[in-house]
């Protein structure tokens, strides 16, 4: 397990995942429920969803390394694009009243609502594409999915606690921005290995 994938994952989602609907919709669903029953239930979807990119990823090292990364290639720069294009209109987006709602729901019950909203909404997302790619490009699932589901905690966590504040001082549009070039500097590194 190397250290420095787990830090690698962990930046790429963490900024992938900071101005993604799941940050909106962890801090409504605290609005809604117990914002612990939310971190739990919330953390538990990722858990499935990041061992299920892993998993795929880990199936994808049995490819020819060219292939792997050239897909990771094309996945880290699909994404940078996505965000770039994205990054204008985020400020506009998703807004906490696109998750309202007046239930009331408590205990494993807050638990589960948060666990199907996110586990629903996260399917085919960018940062399970880009956990797929970087279990690919470093053939280290353990240290992917740490970093992964690590970053995907502290996104809800931070949501959860301070969405609020952070949302009122930083625009998404930034945080896409950044999101975007840590997509291009993963291009850029893949690209470098596959040619040389």
Do not use: N
């Amino acid at each position: 397990m190397d250290l420095a994938v787990i830090a690698i994952a962990f930046g790429a989602i963490f900024v992938v995942e900071l101005p993604d609907k799941t940050f909106i919709a962890a801090l409504v669903l605290s609005t809604r429920y117990r914002p612990l029953a939310v971190w739990i239930g919330v953390g538990l979807a990722f858990l499935i969803q990041t061992l299920l990119a892993v998993t795929v990823g880990k199936a994808v090292t049995f490819l020819p390394e060219q292939i792997v990364q050239a897909v990771a290639l094309v996945i880290f720069l699909a994404g940078a694009v996505l965000l770039f294009r994205e990054a204008p209109k985020a400020d506009a987006a998703e807004t906490e009243k696109d998750y309202e709602g007046t239930d009331t729901k408590q205990g494993l019950a807050a638990v589960g609502a948060s666990f199907l909203v996110l586990f629903a909404a996260e399917w085919g997302d960018l940062s399970q594409l880009l956990t797929i790619s970087l279990v690919g490009r470093y053939d280290d699932p353990v240290a992917v999915f740490i970093g992964a589901w690590a970053a995907l905690l502290v996104v809800s966590g931070l949501a959860i606690v301070v969405g609020r504040v952070l949302l009122r001082h930083v625009r998404l549009s930034l945080v896409h921005y950044v999101g975007a070039v840590v997509c291009l500097a993963l291009a850029v590194f893949t690209a470098v290995e596959l040619i040389a």
